[in-house]
């Protein structure tokens, strides 16, 4: 089945830093790739999601890219906020109903 | 946004216990799905449900049963409640199963098992 990875686990970075969360997975056969932000006990949030028929996509702060020659994916967050810390996973989804999630990078943003 | 809601949010469970965890929607969503969440591996899917009396099994259904008694409510039963059960579990919901729909988390129920 589907398997997907994130690199680094956890990052720490100063205010106004940017940051590249890296996202592999191993399915073509993946479509869709939802990235959600998870505050410490709090719900998933989604934040930003990517086609495999796109190359790039932007949300303010945030901006994806997506090479599906590679099947990897990048996640780039500008000018980081203390409101920034948080987990954020990478996940992948075929045409059906299953989504698979990476296993998360923790970003603390220091003041 | 979206409305999902878990209860209990936190529970103490005996082993060998029964459990039960709750999960309710109000948007109208047809699928609704169980995750787990344990350090290391992200979230992993227990169960889904794409409409009312219905469940199918996800990628780690063993010592889980789901329960959609109707379009709104979806529950996740441990009969026999062991130590590796000890996680976090979220609940959610999407209006369609095509690959595009977005899903919609719950706020989380932190069980742990003793």
């Known amino acids: 089945g589907e398997q997907v990875e994130q690199l680094p686990s956890s990052l720490i970075v100063q205010e106004g830093a940017s940051v590249l969360i890296n996202c592999s997975y191993t399915?073509?056969?993946?479509?869709?790739f939802p990235w959600y932000k998870q505050e410490p006990g709090k719900r998933l949030q989604f934040i930003i999601d990517?086609?495999?028929?796109?190359e790039r996509k932007q949300n303010q702060r945030l901006t994806l890219l997506f090479d599906k020659k590679t099947k990897h994916l990048s996640l780039h967050i500008t000018a980081t906020q203390p409101g920034d810390s948080a987990i954020y996973f990478c996940?992948?989804?075929?045409?059906?109903?299953?989504?698979?999630f990476g296993t998360g990078t923790s970003l603390l943003v220091d003041p | 946004e979206a409305a999902v809601t878990q209860s209990p949010r936190s529970k103490v469970a005996v082993t060998g216990g029964k459990v039960t965890l709750s999960c309710h929607q109000t948007?109208?969503?047809?699928?609704m799905y169980w995750y787990r969440q344990d350090t290391g591996h992200g979230l992993r899917l227990i169960h889904y449900?794409?409409?009312?009396?219905?469940?199918e099994k996800g990628d780690i259904p063993d010592g889980y049963k789901a329960s959609r008694p109707s379009q709104e409510n979806f529950s996740l039963i441990l009969e026999l409640a062991s130590l590796s059960q000890t996680a976090v579990y979220f609940c959610?919901?999407?209006?369609?199963?095509?690959?595009?729909?977005?899903?919609?988390f719950g706020p989380g129920t932190r069980l742990t098992v003793l």
């Open positions: 996940s992948a989804r075929n045409m059906g109903y299953k989504l698979t």
């Open positions: 399915d073509s056969a993946s479509v869709y």
């Open positions: 990517i086609r495999s028929n796109m």
């Open positions: 948007n109208n969503h047809d699928y």
């Open positions: 449900s794409y409409v009312a009396d219905s469940t």
């Open positions: 959610a919901s999407s209006a369609q199963r095509g690959a595009y729909a977005e899903q919609f």
